[in-house]
């Protein structure tokens, strides 16, 4: 696992272990259990939940994001990135290094 300020475009992220994510209409609501907490990850949010379930990239990701939600590309890997910095800073997603 990679320590870092801030996620970059070429950064690869997945999942973190210890969450129990459950669909409530078109968003995911989700419980870490390390920490107690409860997260609504939304809607689009959820879609980078699953796109996430095994190690990405973070600009496939963002591709991904705005080839179904047709957003402008800078947009969008921003608003991601910051999604993404949160989500590590809360400790539910891990930067994966590349052997």
């Known amino acids: 696992m990679i320590k870092s300020d801030q996620i970059l475009p070429k950064h690869i ?12 209409g078109n968003e995911k609501v989700m419980l870490n259990i390390e920490n107690g907490k409860y997260y609504n990850l939304g809607e689009i949010g959820g879609d980078i939940w ?26 969008c890997e921003e608003e991601v990135i910051s999604f993404l910095e949160n989500m590590y800073q809360e400790n539910l997603i891990e930067l994966v290094v590349e052997d």
């Not at 992220?13 to 409530?24: A, H």
């Open 13 to 24: 992220v997945t999942q973190s272990e210890g969450n129990i994510v459950s669909d409530m």
């Open 50 to 75: 699953e796109s996430i379930s095994k190690p990405t990239q973070v600009n496939e990701l963002v591709h991904h994001i705005v080839k179904k939600y047709e957003v402008q590309m800078d947009k």
